[in-house]
């Protein structure tokens, strides 16, 4: 989306380079979104105990991963996207998907190996509550 022409938007202008990253991040949003369910599943068997933390990192991963194949080629697809209208409603959703991602990134379950930077599992789903009460206010 980034590439018109055989040239880079970017260095030619600005302007629409900003306008497609803005609108590949809607198309994103928009697109997990849609799974909101799976991922208030996922987030709710974490936060009340019904699966431990490999198995939420696990799931969040192949939600992620179904994500990133549904938007892997969107490119290709660029007569149909200028057609495509995201939700508005989504705006935002993928950010919080990402906090969840960054939060597992930098989980470390032993506390003789964490360092200042990283965080323990009740960290995580402190951190996994507050998403889980901000991705059910989206509609």
């Not at 880079?8 to 497609?20: H, M, R, S, V, W």
């Not at 699966?51 to 939600?63: G, P």
């Not at 057609?83 to 930098?106: H, M, Q, T, Y």
Request: net charge negative; aromatic share 10%.
């Amino acid at each position: 989306m980034g590439k018109e022409k055989g040239k880079f938007i970017a260095k030619e202008d600005e302007e629409k380079y900003q306008e497609l990253i803005k609108y590949r991040i809607s198309i994103l949003d928009h697109i997990k979104c849609e799974k909101k369910n799976q991922y208030l599943l996922c987030l709710n068997n974490f936060a009340n105990g019904k699966i431990n933390v490999n198995q939420y990192i696990r799931e969040l991963f192949e939600l992620e991963n179904r994500n990133q194949k549904i938007t892997a080629n969107l490119e290709n697809y660029i007569e149909k996207l200028k057609k495509f209208e995201p939700n508005p409603a989504s705006k935002g959703f993928s950010g919080l998907i990402e906090e969840l991602w960054s939060d597992s990134r930098v989980f470390e379950p032993d506390s003789d190996l964490r360092d200042d930077c990283e965080i323990a599992e009740k960290e995580l789903k402190f951190g996994v509550r507050d998403i889980l009460l901000q991705i059910e206010n989206y509609s």
